[in-house]
Nanobody, 117 residues
Framework: VQLVESGGGLVQPGGSLRLSCAYSGFTFSRYTMSWYRQTPGKERELVATITNPQGSTNYADSVKGRFTISRDNAKNTIILQMNSLKPEDTAVYYC???????????WGQGTQVTVSS
């Protein structure tokens, strides 16, 4: 299993970014895909989740109304659309796959998002 994030970068406050997580090596039908973020000296924080096959989503209170998680099953890709970005959204963003009814979970390598003027 491999997860590869992309789409990070530098953006001004109020701007938008679109992160992608391309995953491969999956043979599971029930799993949850999540985006986490982490800043130096802090624990990794859950940002958003989406379940498969149901497509149910959940968001951290800090990003509700600004971020949207979605999936493209044909391309095995998870998208995090981030709008109205704030400096406090600056972090390394990680993609995670948790396989239902098991202890299996996988992480990507992370992509840096910096919100600054």
């Amino acid at each position: 299993v491999q997860l590869v994030e992309s789409g990070g970068g530098l953006v001004q406050p109020g701007g938008s970014l679109r992160l992608s997580c391309a995953y491969s090596g999956f043979t599971f039908s029930r799993y949850t895909m999540s985006w986490y973020r982490q800043t130096p000296g802090k624990e990794r924080e859950l940002v958003a989740t989406i379940t498969n096959p149901q497509g149910s989503t959940n968001y951290a209170d800090s990003v509700k109304g600004r971020f949207t998680i979605s999936r493209d099953n044909a391309k095995n890709t998870i998208i995090l659309q981030m709008n109205s970005l704030k400096p406090e959204d600056t972090a390394v963003y990680y993609c995670r796959a948790q396989i239902s009814y098991s202890a299996l979970n996988y992480w990507g390598q992370g992509t840096q998002v910096t919100v600054s003027s």
